[in-house]
């Protein structure tokens, strides 16, 4: 039973990071209809610069989330601009998959650059610390990555609920043109939330380069994931896309400790698959955004 | 004597018309591929060497390149082959199989013999050019196994054998339950299936094991699987960040069980990457050159190591791995063969497999029609690595 608790906490775990990056997904989807496949490179990125910044610096782990989250909500601001909204204006939001693919392609064509072909990781936010409860291992980044997921959906919670920021990115969500008419500016809400997204890819990276090893070569299953995740979960959907990520990420643990490793990756698609097909609009998500 | 290394330029877009005229002088080179094998320059041998200096096999192939310019420079420093000098012509493959084949197909009929690519899906793709050419293509991935007879070599240990002097080691030392956890990559099934095969020989039990996706960033389903049996050690059979992935899980599930990789990980690079989560035993079965030093090997081979093991340090400013040593023994290998052959380039497969007893550094070769590899378990032994070095523990 405990070899059981364990590889579910492996997989909340891995979860975790597949939910902030469907949570980015998510939110760019909703204001800007564009799906940005380059959600999952922007984490590695963020991990190989926390790294970086972390051997420059001597600084402890912890103070790089402090130093690369802001960097990255204003450098997904700059790829807003430069990018995704010149593209945009030309482009059908189908098309800029595309533009979000070749990003992604080129995300790792810079990783490898500029940090090769090795692996990186850097040491835990509180050491190698770990709890054991009946014989089931905790490690302490598992938590750290868990409570970033909290913090993160508590305060997009708050400012999509409780502030008026909030109430023009919903109006804007809900109805761009309609909202663009009412004289919110379309175009900040959308730097807005693409800046957001950045500093989660930056949380997710920070918090998840302590527990593994990260490379060039990882972006792309993580890309993979968020996107599965936000799209099972519901596109547009913050709690959906939570939910699918922490799914996802339980769905291939279970599978993996039973089955072989590509069999695991192919059964958890195919439960999303079905999963999509019984329920289009994903866990959580609306009628109306399967209809648009 | 100094060496001419020529790097060929990387592809440029061209205009369709010329284009066009590549891919017709591309197609008469395939095909008239037989006529086109022997170097056009008759004042010197060329050897065409085609590593991975980028992509995911650049770990191996920039030692790889540097192993083979120190071989070339001593076989060139002794005075050439047969009183020609040795000239090598280098192609990076990005790793990619397609890029290989690219680079092979500008090479023949410039190049007497072909040295590499790094990686055994690279290598697969560039034998059918180097068969239809009739030239020898030593690869320097052991991953590939050549069929006997065929122009194609491969470079260092069979997995078999690595793996069976793994396990016979264990089961000297009271070790005969142990878990396996590899990746689902050609690499990882291999040794998978040859751990799963020794143990049947050897009489040790494989009480538990899952495989895991090279780009995976968790293992700890697999782990709880492959340690669910009870294990007195594990085999972690994947290299480079999978194998990261791995030995930080077994350091954060605290199994504190002895631990086996493959010889994939065998770069002083990697080893200092995961200094800090290397398990308390790591062992690696490994070739002559990492354990020359610490066993009793005869005068000339000991020469044979020091020579290239010095040179190198000096010339490098660190010490040679798995990349550097295989491609120096690749290209004394073909000299040897091209010198036998009177630089008769479709005669120096015979004369490359009918060589017997030559030391290399990797170890010492006896090829035949059959066996296209030439290393046998006298030339693997087990090391420890602690803190990025390697230490020899038995064989």
New interface residues.
């Given amino acids: 039973m405990s070899?059981l608790i364990?590889?579910l906490?492996?997989?909340l775990?891995?979860g975790g990071?597949y939910a902030l990056i469907a949570l980015g997904v998510s939110l760019v989807y909703s204001i800007s209809r564009i799906i940005n496949l380059a959600q999952g490179g922007f984490v590695v990125l963020a991990a190989l610069l926390a790294v970086s910044i972390q051997q420059w610096l001597g600084v402890p782990p912890l103070v790089t989330v402090v130093i690369v989250v802001p960097l990255f909500a204003v450098l997904m601001a700059v790829v807003e601009r430069l990018v995704m909204a010149p593209a945009a204006a030309r482009a059908t939001p189908d098309r800029m998959l595309l533009v979000t693919v070749g990003l992604l392609q080129a995300i790792g064509g810079l990783l490898?650059l500029v940090w090769?072909?090795?692996?990186?990781?850097m040491?835990p936010f509180s050491g190698?610390t770990?709890i054991?409860i009946g014989g089931v291992?905790i490690?302490s980044?598992y938590l750290w990555i868990i409570g970033a997921l909290v913090v993160t959906v508590a305060a997009l919670w708050f400012l999509v609920q409780r502030t008026s920021l909030g109430l023009t990115m919903r109006a804007t969500a809900s109805n761009p043109e309609a909202a663009a008419l009412q004289g919110i500016n379309v175009g900040r809400i959308r730097l807005i939330a693409f800046s957001l997204a950045g500093a989660m890819a930056a949380l997710a990276g920070t918090t998840?380069i302590p527990?593994?090893?990260?490379?060039f070569?990882?972006v792309?299953?993580?890309a993979v994931a968020g996107f599965i995740a936000a799209v099972a979960g519901g596109l547009g959907s913050t709690a959906g896309a939570v939910v699918g990520g922490l799914v996802l990420g339980l769905l291939?643990?279970?599978f993996?400790?039973?089955t072989?490793?590509?069999l695991?990756?192919v059964i958890a698609m195919a439960v999303l698959i079905v999963l999509l097909l019984v329920r289009p609009t994903g866990l959580l998500g609306k009628t109306s955004e399967v209809r648009r | 004597m100094t060496i001419a290394v020529q790097f060929s330029p990387p592809p440029r877009p061209s205009p369709p018309r010329r284009r066009l005229g590549f891919v017709f002088a591309a197609l008469a080179l395939a095909t008239t591929g037989c006529s086109a094998s022997a170097a056009s320059d008759d004042s010197a041998y060329t050897l065409g060497l085609i590593t991975s200096q980028t992509g995911t096999g650049s770990q191996l192939g920039v030692g790889e390149l540097q192993g083979a310019q120190l071989a070339v420079d001593q076989i060139n420093a002794r005075g050439g082959v047969n009183g020609k000098p040795l000239r090598l012509r280098t192609a990076d493959d990005q790793s990619n199989p397609a890029q290989a084949v690219l680079q092979t197909r500008k090479m023949l009929g410039s190049v007497d013999a072909l040295v590499g690519p790094s990686l055994s899906g690279p290598c697969q793709a560039v034998i059918p050019l180097a068969s239809s050419a009739q030239l020898i293509d030593y690869c320097l991935s052991p991953g590939v196994k050549p069929k006997p007879g065929s122009y194609q070599w491969s470079a260092s240990a069979p997995t078999d054998t690595l793996a069976e002097r793994l396990l016979a080691y264990w089961k000297s030392q009271g070790i005969t339950r142990v878990g396996l956890i590899y990746t689902t990559d050609a690499s990882g099934l291999d040794g998978a299936h040859a751990i799963q095969s020794a143990a049947a020989h050897t009489g040790v039990s494989v009480v538990g094991q899952a495989s895991y996706s090279p780009t995976a960033v968790s293992v700890t389903s697999q782990l709880q699987a492959t340690t669910s049996g009870t294990p007195q050690a594990l085999v972690v059979w994947s290299s480079g960040a999978a194998a990261g992935v791995a030995f930080k899980g077994i350091d954060q599930m605290g199994l504190k069980l002895p631990v086996a990789t493959t010889d994939g990980n065998l770069t002083y690079a990697f080893l200092r990457r995961i200094a800090d989560y290397t398990p308390d035993t790591l062992l690696i079965p490994a070739t002559r050159d990492f354990w020359w030093q610490q066993q009793n090997t005869s005068t000339q081979v000991q020469q044979l190591e020091r020579g290239y093991h010095d040179e190198f340090r000096a010339r490098y400013g660190a010490d040679p791995d798995f990349g550097p040593g295989v491609a120096y023994d690749g290209v004394l290998l073909v000299a040897q063969a091209l010198e036998k052959a009177h630089g008769n380039v479709a005669g120096a497969r015979d004369a490359l497999e009918s060589l017997r007893g030559v030391s290399g550094v990797v170890g010492t070769y006896s090829f035949a029609r059959d066996n296209h590899r030439g290393i046998g378990a006298d030339d693997v032994g087990i090391v420890r690595a602690t803190g990025g070095r390697l230490t020899f523990v038995g064989r």
């Avoid at chain 1, 090769?116 to 990781?121: K, R």
């Fill in positions: 070899g364990q590889v906490i492996g997989g775990a891995d990071v490898l090769g072909n090795l692996p990186y990781t040491q190698d770990a054991t291992r490690v980044q998840v527990a593994t090893f990260l490379q070569s990882t792309t299953p993580y291939q643990g279970l993996s400790r039973y072989s490793g590509d695991a990756q």
